[in-house]
């Protein structure tokens, strides 16, 4: 390595990744007290904010390729915690809406994740976290408008 390269623990996206990590580390935990995995819990959330969901909708909002929402949406199913409907729109698509129970589940889920983010986020000061945020919805945005993120 030369003098002047950048060491791998100083780039960005290996910082964000080891982050993610560490939450979804601590978040596992929490959400297998709930009996969801960190996917189903990822999904359950999806849905419970955006519903009525198709799995494609649902994978690209919970951050998920789409075999790993289907399986996720398949196991809420099984549990009755989301319902699987023809579409309208298409006859040979579904969609996902939370049940009942699964909109009563989706509020816990949504207390931890509030509560995570609390926690993530007590280390920087009110302004230093719209600061943050302002910056990763700039670098979001930037991704997807060169095509980096789908």
């Known amino acids: 390595m030369s003098a002047d390269a ?3 623990q100083e780039f960005l996206t290996y910082r964000l990744h080891k982050l993610n990590k560490i939450t979804d580390r601590h978040s596992s935990a929490a959400y ?3 009996g969801l995995g960190v ?3 990822r999904c359950l959330a999806a849905i419970g904010e955006f519903a009525p969901l198709s799995v494609n909708d649902l994978a690209a909002r919970a951050n998920l390729n789409k075999a790993q929402a289907s ?3 398949q196991m809420l199913v099984e549990r009755e915690l989301v319902l699987k409907s023809t579409s309208d729109a298409d006859a040979r698509g579904v969609v996902l809406t ?4 699964g909109r009563a589940l989706f509020k816990r889920v949504m207390r931890l994740i509030e509560q995570r983010n609390a926690d993530i986020f ?3 000061s009110a302004s230093e976290q719209r600061q943050l ?3 990763l919805d700039r670098l979001i945005h930037h991704s997807q ?6």
């Open 39 to 41: 996917s189903e819990a």
């Open 98 to 101: 939370p049940t009942r129970s």
């Open 6 to 8: 950048t060491s791998l």
């Open 133 to 135: 945020e302002t910056f």
């Open 71 to 73: 399986r996720a949406a």
């Open 32 to 34: 297998a007290a709930m």
């Open 145 to 150: 408008q060169r095509g980096h993120l789908e």
């Open 122 to 124: 007590d280390c920087l």
